[in-house]
């Protein structure tokens, strides 16, 4: 998604099974998308070149990945979520 109200609109309107969630899309974080993807209970990850000093505890066991990453290791983790 392009922006969090885009990554909203499309968890609210779709069955997600899991999702990957960059810290920051644009100028925006995207916590919001977090809160709302555990409020669903859908399994997810961080993408981010952000120390995880800045994730709010409330997201502290969410597994994060470091860009660059690897296309099998975001494959790996989501399957491991599933």
Known sequence: MANPEDA???IA???VECATVDIKLGA???FAVAAELKARGIPFIF???YDWTIVPQEFSG???LVKPVMP???I???IELT
Request: no cysteine; charged share 35%.
């Open 76 to 78: 790996r983790h989501l």
């Open 72 to 74: 099998g290791d975001i």
């Open 62 to 64: 969410v597994p994060r």
């Open 8 to 10: 909203s609109r499309k």
């Open 28 to 30: 925006a974080p995207t």
């Open 13 to 15: 309107s779709e069955d």
């Open 47 to 49: 993408i981010t070149g």
